[in-house]
C-alpha cells in the first residue's frame, strides 16, 4: 500500500461574469463551497496552460459574451492506494461524488 498525490482537470462554466479575474475568482469559491463539506481537503487551483509560440505558463481562463470556461486543477492525496490505478480511481470517485456534473480529467498521479 501506498500513498499517491492526483492532479486533476476540471472545467467550470461561469455565467454573466465581466473579467477573467471574477470568473477565476468565482470558479474557485463555487469550487470550494462544494467541496467543502465532504472533501475538505481537495486543493483547488486555477490551472495553468502553456503558450504554444513562447512557452509561457497562462492562466486556462477565457471569458466570452460574459460566459467564462474557467480550468481548474484539483489536488487530492490518496494514502494506503494498492496502485497507481486503484489510487486514480479513489481521487475521481472522491471528487466526482461532490462535482457531478462538472467535467473531470486525471492529469497526473504520482507516488509521495
Known amino acids: ?65 460574459q460566459t467564462a470556461l474557467v480550468g481548474l486543477s484539483l489536488e487530492i492525496k490518496i494514502f494506503k492506494a494498492e496502485s497507481k490505478e486503484h489510487a486514480e480511481r479513489i481521487a475521481k470517485s472522491v471528487v466526482g461524488k461532490v462535482l457531478r456534473d462538472i467535467p473531470l480529467k486525471v492529469q497526473e498521479v504520482t507516488l509521495l
Open 1 to 65: 500500500m501506498s500513498d499517491f498525490l492526483a492532479i486533476l482537470e476540471s472545467a467550470w462554466i461561469i455565467k454573466d461574469v465581466s473579467s477573467i479575474d471574477d470568473a477565476i475568482g468565482i470558479a474557485i469559491s463555487e469550487a470550494g463551497k462544494r467541496l467543502n463539506p465532504t472533501a475538505k481537503y481537495v486543493d483547488v487551483e486555477i490551472a495553468a496552460i502553456k503558450c504554444p509560440y513562447c512557452q509561457k505558463q497562462l492562466n486556462s481562463a477565457l471569458v466570452v459574451a
